[in-house]
């Protein structure tokens, strides 16, 4: 049941990340599509006791955390040159 709350809300969160008004709406509707990626994987872990996912799942938030912070730094130093 939880499942189907998570696809739904990662159905949203993607659209979300296609229809966004800014760049930054979609880099953080990346983001959050990562984050819950991450869970449903770790759901699945957890349901077949297979805990290997939960290592790719921690290394996937690690790469999608490093990304957004330097998008943002990108981001803030052409909001310096205007």
Same mark, same amino acid.
């Given at each position: 049941?939880?499942? #189907?709350? +998570?696809?739904?809300? !990662?159905? %949203?969160?993607?659209?979300?990340? %296609?229809?966004?008004?800014?760049?930054?709406?979609?880099? %953080?509707?990346?983001?959050?599509?990562?984050?819950?990626?991450? +869970?449903?994987?770790?759901?699945?872990?957890?349901?077949?006791?297979? #805990? !290997?996912?939960?290592?790719i799942? *921690?290394?996937?938030? %690690?790469?999608?955390? *490093?990304?957004?912070?330097?998008?943002?730094?990108?981001?803030?130093?052409?909001?310096?040159?205007?």
């Amino acid at each position: 049941m939880f499942e #189907y709350i +998570l696809m739904l809300a !990662f159905g %949203i969160t993607l659209l979300r990340s %296609i229809l966004g008004t800014t760049f930054g709406d979609r880099i %953080i509707a990346v983001n959050a599509l990562t984050y819950l990626a991450v +869970l449903l994987m770790a759901i699945y872990a957890l349901e077949t006791e297979n #805990y !290997f996912l939960l290592d790719i799942g *921690i290394v996937a938030v %690690i790469l999608s955390f *490093i990304g957004t912070l330097s998008i943002a730094k990108y981001l803030s130093k052409e909001e310096r040159k205007k």
